[in-house]
């Protein structure tokens, strides 16, 4: 390579106490490229960029900018370095008007009042509060503000994310330039449509490491994908169904139907029978969580209707869905769990939740049943004290076992096996096909796509708010599902041309109907 | 101009608001007149500060318990430095005492930044420490004040030009406090800091992502609540003539005058002048109720029901906002 | 898991994670640690009516800052005590002169019940951080306070002879204060440990967002617990009155800073789900025994209050380091 990378981050990590975010991470961005930075979830991207923008600081590695090493110590100093981030989360403050977030940052206005009108925007008042502006329009703003200082290398986290096409077209045009003019960007994407059409190269990572880096060109796509999965074994043991439950399907327990919540959660319709497994899966933040939250009543829907058992439900806190016998397992169990507190209390929980169970507590009898709920998930209970002890794997099986103990009919579980050890997750897998087998139904989503075939009966595909896609477990392999994850459609493999329109499958998606397959 | 009504609306109403209590007053009262008003704008003085202090902190994302112990103790400071001290020393006396609470509320804030203990909670336990260091300098109400600082803040200017019947009507206390206010407020409001400022209690992390120094802003925002508290000290010696070791009624006073100035408790929005107008409204319905011969007592009761309910209101909106 | 693994930890982070599991032992050796300056200090003072004078002031301190335990369990605290223990004592002390004493007891521990609720609904409800609601609600008791003394101003007050001896006397050399307090000590520990109640509060205070995952109602747990957190303070009104013997506008407030600081240094966490009743009791027995010392030190008032806000703000920046070490 003969011109020198405006970035180049070698050997990069990051570590929270034991959990590895990054473990060799690089990245070298060459002036005039448009760089796109790939990953599944949890790959580190997020962990990479932050550490670029000096939000938080590396473990390990050398940052080069322009040649020189610097030390990227606050996102100010980043700024001063030429790195400039626009997150997905606008960085604008709310309260302020633009023009005050204008001075904050030290941005020009002139120039940016021109960017502002270069990419689509041309009726802003810039004494408008942030607060009142609609979160595209705000999500422009803040890729103008970042453009209006001319910054050496741009950082876009999924840029287009929430944007409407016309705005979403100009904002492509106008990065695509910016390599045009001697700079760099750093495109986070997960859509492959923008990918081919912007990008020059693209870095790819898995479980914290960098393992490619690519040209774009036609085609690449599945060479991504395949760098994304890694040389895992994809073959994995199709979960065993009961034949009974095959033979004749029971009625829906759970029945979702146009689900919507606010901008995140479009439309999502399907159903969950008893005795059965069903795996959602979905990139990161395509309104997955919104789904499980209005499930388990933490959130009201803003349309739609829920049906339990056949009729319909409004849940307007946790207990109402808990009382129709729907728990909700969350991914982050420092959400479910008070972490002072001991195993028992924990698992025991939600017996003391109502009102009339708040007078002395039967020790004998919740003994009883902590005890079973523990021993059948086989938790190492040697660290009883507290549970912020247990490893992350026991943590998890205690969030579970209380609603064992509970004896819920419906266990919505998001993202469980996440952080931890392999072991601790055949146990889980084990656990939830136990569950079905005894009836229950189990809603799963799943940020590990090789899970999908171990655990569920069928497979849910969310994407952008929408169900695109549906099922059956035996079609469902990593490759197949990681090309449904991002959209693109189903079954053809190779005369799928990349710049397909991923919004075109849903149509044939649905003719796909929930249990209905063949 | 429609930006300014939108973002005024709140302090436009409260200003209506009192000048229709001012009107009710005056049907109560005939007789009130500017001698009553002088005194009005003498007894809001020391909450105006007050709720000044509490402003700043409140406006930067945080909540400052240790308001009235910090105006205890810079006006028993003051009072016991002036007592049998020369009207001259006086001089001195007043920034020592500012520059004393300017540190004070710096501390505040570099504990709450260095031990990452809540602020609700350190601003208590400076609250001890400041009573007791409080009844460390006197122990009982005493001291005094020099004589050029209490007419500092009583009586009238007499502005040339201004017929004596609209004079009247600014007593100098009103003025002092506009100054003392506006020669903080207006320059930071304009500065970088105060964009700061909003920008760590509107969304700390949108604020640290555009870099602002997250820490360094903060403890300004409670060193500047430190200097408003010693000014309300020292308004507080002034009226009086002496300093009382004892906090007054105004850590609450101040937070129901800044919820119902239209200032967020969660931070990053209103300015100086809601809450400012909300004391006046505060006090002038505790005069209302004064000349409506209702025993003190009771009045303290309802005044006390008033502060609730807005500061109930207050986080009611709140919560209503984050959902 | 690690923990029942044995591998050489330094000697600073054992004694942490031995304070932070058995807060007991070290408390117990502080309070011994004091009684022994004090003898030597003063020798001769620590004798059996001293042990019985300082458990009798220490008994109304233990209840108020079981109070400040209960709702600091929630991650909550409660600033109204004072005044609803004033307020209580004072109403009984004059209703008696001419009612029924148990008349008088229900009409004194009706401002409790009720300004329990009022923060109860606006803690749990309205979401008011507890600290500003509690504030508020004391100002307005106090002012309620003030207007009731002008109407009883005639009929004067007296002390109920039975409020006397429980509050005062002396059984066999064992405080009869301890009448009331074990069985009450004894229900609050029961409550904490082993009931649906107690357990919320701990929950509650540790990880709202899981408790509501479980079905708990957040408005509900906070406000039985701050109408009890009132009755509580009702109650020591009773006996402090008892043990005063003069009823005045301001009976308890001194109690509560020293409440606070109480249930703090008995190893309760400000921010909620840990702590227990145990530790507090003894935190208000080192309190009493440290207001002596201080006394005979000649100490101020001022410094006093100075220390008691040191504790609060050093214990707990100590308990922070403490929970984020692991």
């Known amino acids: ?518 | 101009m429609s930006h300014f009504l939108r973002r005024q609306g709140w302090v436009a109403g409260l200003l209506a608001f009192f000048v229709a209590l001012f009107i009710i007053t005056k049907l109560i009262q005939p007789a009130y007149g500017s001698g009553d008003f002088g005194s009005l704008a003498r007894a809001v003085l020391p909450y105006a500060f007050a709720v000044a202090a509490q402003t700043v902190v409140v406006i930067a994302g945080g909540i400052d318990l240790s308001v009235a112990a910090m105006m205890a103790l810079t006006s028993v400071t003051a009072a016991s430095m002036m007592a049998g001290a020369s009207e001259e020393y006086a001089l001195f006396v007043v920034p020592f005492v500012l520059a004393m609470g300017f540190v004070l509320g710096a501390v505040n804030g570099m504990l709450i930044v260095v031990t990452r203990v809540p602020d609700i909670v350190v601003t208590l336990a400076t609250l001890f420490v400041l009573q007791g260091a409080a009844l460390l300098v006197l122990d009982a109400p005493g001291g005094a004040a020099a004589e050029w600082l209490k007419a500092l803040i009583s009586g009238t200017v007499p502005i040339p030009g201004l017929p004596d019947s609209i004079d009247a009507w600014i007593p100098k206390a009103l003025l002092v406090l506009i100054v003392c206010l506006c020669i903080i407020w207006i320059p930071l409001r304009r500065s970088r800091l105060g964009l700061s400022i909003y920008a760590i209690g509107s969304n700390e992390l949108a604020a640290f992502r555009s870099g602002v120094p997250v820490k360094r802003t903060r403890i300004i925002a409670y060193a500047l609540s430190g200097l408003f508290a010693a000014m309300g000290g020292l308004a507080l010696t002034m009226g009086t003539g002496i300093g009382a070791p004892i906090p007054g009624p105004y850590l609450l006073a101040s937070v129901a005058a800044v919820v119902l100035g239209g200032v967020a408790l969660g931070g990053g929005k209103g300015g100086l002048l809601g809450p400012i107008v909300a004391v006046f409204v505060l006090r002038l319905v505790r005069t209302d109720l004064t000349l409506l011969a209702i025993d003190p007592n009771v009045t303290a009761i309802i005044e006390g029901a008033i502060m609730v309910a807005v500061v109930m209101f207050g986080a009611f909106i709140t919560m209503r906002g984050r959902q | 898991m690690s923990t029942t693994v044995i591998t050489p930890v330094p000697f600073g982070r054992r004694i942490k994670r031995f304070m932070a599991d058995r807060p007991l032992i070290p408390l117990i050796i502080l309070l011994v640690i004091l009684v022994v300056i004090l003898q030597v200090l003063r020798p001769g003072i620590v004798n059996e009516r001293w042990i019985a004078n300082t458990i009798k002031f220490a008994i109304p301190l233990a209840i108020l800052a079981g109070c400040q335990t209960m709702t600091m369990l929630t991650g909550g605290i409660d600033l109204s005590v004072g005044t609803v223990a004033t307020m209580s004592a004072f109403i009984m002390a004059t209703q008696v002169v001419n009612q029924d004493p148990a008349m008088a007891f229900l009409l004194a521990m009706m401002p409790a019940v009720l300004i329990g609720l009022v923060n109860g609904i606006g803690v749990g409800v309205f979401r008011v951080h507890p600290l500003i609601m509690t504030l508020g609600t004391s100002l307005i008791g106090t002012g309620c306070l003030q207007v009731y003394q002008r109407t009883v101003i005639a009929s004067g007050a007296k002390i109920p002879d039975f409020l006397a001896w429980l509050g005062t006397g002396l059984t066999w050399g064992i405080p009869n204060a301890l009448l009331l307090f074990v069985p009450l000590a004894a229900l609050i520990v029961f409550t904490l440990a082993r009931t649906g109640f107690g357990r919320l509060l701990y929950a509650v205070g540790d990880n709202e967002r899981a408790t509501r995952l479980s079905g708990v109602q957040y408005w509900q747990v906070i406000t039985a617990l701050y109408i009890i957190s009132s009755m509580l303070a009702g109650i020591t009104g009773l006996l402090y009155i008892g043990l005063i013997k003069a009823p005045s506008l301001s009976l308890a407030e001194p109690l509560v800073l020293p409440s606070v600081a109480a249930a703090v240094i008995g190893g309760t966490s400000i921010f909620g789900g840990r702590g227990g009743y145990t530790g507090t009791i003894i935190g208000a027995l080192i309190l009493t025994v440290l207001t002596t010392l201080l006394t005979i030190l000649q100490m101020p008032e001022g410094a006093r209050r100075i220390l008691f806000g040191l504790i609060v703000l050093f214990v707990t920046a100590a308990y922070l380091r403490i929970v984020e070490e692991r």
């Open chain 1, 1 to 518: 390579m003969t011109t020198t990378p405006l970035l180049d981050a070698t050997g990069v990590a990051k570590n929270y106490g034991a959990v590895a975010a990054l473990r060799n991470a690089s990245l070298s961005v060459l002036p005039g490229e448009v760089h796109a930075l790939m990953g599944a979830n949890g790959a580190g991207k997020s962990t990479l960029v932050k550490i670029l923008t000096g939000a938080i600081s590396a473990n390990a590695g050398r940052i080069l900018i322009r040649g020189e090493a610097r030390d990227i110590r606050s996102p100010a100093a980043a700024r001063r370095a030429g790195l400039l981030p626009v997150y997905q989360e606008p960085s604008l403050i709310p309260d302020l008007d633009v023009l005050s977030n204008l001075r904050l940052t030290g941005t020009p206005v002139e120039p940016f009042r021109a960017w502002v009108r270069e990419l689509g925007i041309p009726d802003l008042d810039i004494r408008d509060t942030a607060r009142d502006i609609p979160l595209a329009v705000l999500r422009v703003l803040d890729l103008a503000r970042a453009l209006a200082v001319e910054p050496d290398v741009l950082l876009l986290d999924e840029m287009t994310a929430a944007l409407p096409a016309n705005l979403a077209e100009k904002v492509l045009e106008v990065v695509r330039r910016q390599g045009d003019s001697g700079r760099a960007v750093i495109f986070i994407s997960h859509r492959f449509v923008e990918i081919s059409a912007l990008c020059d190269r693209a870095t790819v990572l898995r479980d914290g490491e960098t393992v490619g880096v690519v040209d774009i060109v036609p085609g690449v796509e599945e060479k991504i994908v395949e760098l994304m999965l890694g040389t895992r074994i994809v073959k994995t043991h199709v979960a065993a169904r009961s034949a009974a439950q095959k033979a004749s399907p029971a009625p829906a327990r759970l029945s979702v139907r146009n689900l919507r919540v606010g901008t995140k959660l479009n439309d999502v319709s399907f159903d969950l029978r008893d005795g059965e497994v069903a795996g959602v899966v979905a990139l990161e933040g395509q309104g997955q969580d919104e789904l499980f939250s209005a499930l388990a009543g933490s959130i009201r829907p803003s349309g739609g209707a829920i049906e339990v058992d056949g009729q319909p439900a409004k849940f307007s806190h946790p207990i109402d869905a808990i009382r129709a016998g729907i728990a909700y397992v969350p991914g982050d169990r420092a959400e479910a769990l008070a972490m002072q507190r001991s195993v028992r209390e924990n698992i025991a929980l939600p017996f003391s939740a109502a009102l009339r169970n708040w007078g002395p507590i039967n020790m004998r009898r919740e003994r009883a049943k902590v005890v079973s709920a523990i021993e059948r998930l086989q938790i190492d209970t040697r660290a009883q004290g507290e549970v912020q002890r247990l490893s992350g794997g026991n943590q998890q099986k205690v969030t579970i076992a209380r609603w064992i103990a509970a004896d819920a009919r419906t266990i919505l579980c998001f993202d469980p096996t996440r952080g931890i050890d392999v072991g601790t997750k055949q146990e889980i897998y084990k656990l939830v096909r136990e569950l079905a087998g005894n009836g229950k139904s189990v809603l799963f989503y799943t940020s590990e796509l090789e899970e999908v075939q171990r655990v569920c009966d069928r497979v849910i595909v969310i994407f952008g708010g929408r169900v695109v896609d549906i099922f059956p477990v035996e079609e469902a392999d990593e490759p197949a599902l990681m090309r449904a994850a991002y959209g693109l459609p189903r079954g053809a493999k190779a005369d799928v041309g990349i710049l397909a329109d991923p919004h075109s499958s849903p149509e044939t998606a649905h003719a796909s109907e929930p249990g209905a397959t063949p």
